[in-house]
């Protein structure tokens, strides 16, 4: 039978790559996004599942998973990729505003993990898209970078609580990856990379892949930082 992924955010960026990836690996791909052209488009071009879900709003996601035919049988795998950042500098930052981050990149993890593994059969993989913001920081990012530290401690906790069902859970941590946002980065920002290059969103789905096989079942509870060194580099004061 074949293997069944379900990706959120899958419309554009590394979501996307990560679909190809998965359709092109002979997965059956299901992928939510909230915007519908782009999700269509996707669709329509791989012929795969797309369905509209603001993973945000709880009812839609609950709806998703009652009501999808697709949503209601067995998933392999599930990729929480979804992420959005902050706007404001903190002191600007309305409590709706870190709520939002927090229920789009954690909240939405939580729901769609729990409604996934009720599915899964004889085990699976649950990959948890992070970010290099969780271990480093920079000023006006706050909700961000909680939001996902708590995505990594939930991955490690959920490798626990999961074991017994032999499904592992990891996170991948990208640095700067090159996707449609991102696309204005300098020659400086490529600079901080000891790969000399900023990372690309197939970078990321190839890792996916590797997470996702079957046999991988004794990597777990991990975080996989895959920033072509950025994090490992020494910084020297002037
Ligand atoms: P992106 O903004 O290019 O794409 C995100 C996708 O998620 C879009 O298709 C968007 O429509 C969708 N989306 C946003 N909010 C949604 C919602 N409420 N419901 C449903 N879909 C929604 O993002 P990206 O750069 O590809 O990032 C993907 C993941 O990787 C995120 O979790 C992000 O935090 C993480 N990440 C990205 C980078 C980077 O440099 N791009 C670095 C570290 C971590």
């Given at each position: 039978m074949k293997q069944r992924v379900l990706i959120t955010g899958g419309a554009k960026g590394i979501g996307e790559a990560i679909v190809r990836a998965f359709h092109e690996a002979g997965y059956a791909v299901v992928f939510v996004d909230c915007d519908l052209d782009k999700g269509r488009l996707l669709e329509k071009e791989l012929g795969i599942v797309f369905k509209q879900v603001d993973v945000s709003d709880r009812q839609q996601v609950e709806d998703f998973f009652n009501q999808t035919d697709e949503a209601k049988q067995p998933f392999t795998v599930l990729v929480n990729n979804v992420g959005i950042t902050q706007a404001e500098p903190f002191l600007d930052l309305t409590y709706e505003a870190f709520d939002h981050v927090l229920k789009t990149n954690l909240y939405s993890a939580i729901l769609f993990t729990q409604h996934v593994v009720k599915r899964m059969d004889k085990g699976g993989r649950i990959i948890n898209i992070a970010s290099t913001r969780a271990l480093m920081s920079e000023a006006g990012n706050e909700?961000?970078?909680?939001?996902?530290?708590?995505?990594?401690?939930?991955?490690?906790?959920?490798?626990?609580?999961?074991?017994?069902?032999?499904i592992t859970v990891n996170a991948?941590?990208?640095?700067?990856?090159?996707?449609?946002?991102?696309?204005?980065?300098?020659?400086?920002?490529?600079?901080?990379?000891?790969?000399?290059?900023?990372?690309?969103?197939?970078?990321?789905?190839?890792?996916?892949?590797?997470?996702?096989?079957?046999?991988?079942?004794?990597?777990?509870?991990?975080?996989?930082?895959?920033?072509?060194?950025?994090?490992?580099?020494?910084?020297?004061?002037?």
């Amino acid at each position: 039978m074949k293997q069944r992924v379900l990706i959120t955010g899958g419309a554009k960026g590394i979501g996307e790559a990560i679909v190809r990836a998965f359709h092109e690996a002979g997965y059956a791909v299901v992928f939510v996004d909230c915007d519908l052209d782009k999700g269509r488009l996707l669709e329509k071009e791989l012929g795969i599942v797309f369905k509209q879900v603001d993973v945000s709003d709880r009812q839609q996601v609950e709806d998703f998973f009652n009501q999808t035919d697709e949503a209601k049988q067995p998933f392999t795998v599930l990729v929480n990729n979804v992420g959005i950042t902050q706007a404001e500098p903190f002191l600007d930052l309305t409590y709706e505003a870190f709520d939002h981050v927090l229920k789009t990149n954690l909240y939405s993890a939580i729901l769609f993990t729990q409604h996934v593994v009720k599915r899964m059969d004889k085990g699976g993989r649950i990959i948890n898209i992070a970010s290099t913001r969780a271990l480093m920081s920079e000023a006006g990012n706050e909700s961000y970078a909680a939001s996902k530290g708590a995505l990594l401690s939930l991955t490690h906790a959920l490798a626990m609580s999961l074991q017994p069902y032999h499904i592992t859970v990891n996170a991948i941590s990208p640095g700067w990856i090159e996707t449609g946002d991102y696309h204005a980065l300098s020659d400086e920002d490529h600079l901080q990379h000891p790969a000399n290059r900023v990372g690309k969103p197939e970078d990321i789905a190839r890792a996916c892949l590797f997470l996702a096989d079957k046999d991988q079942d004794f990597i777990n509870g991990e975080n996989v930082v895959i920033d072509g060194g950025m994090t490992k580099k020494m910084m020297y004061l002037e």
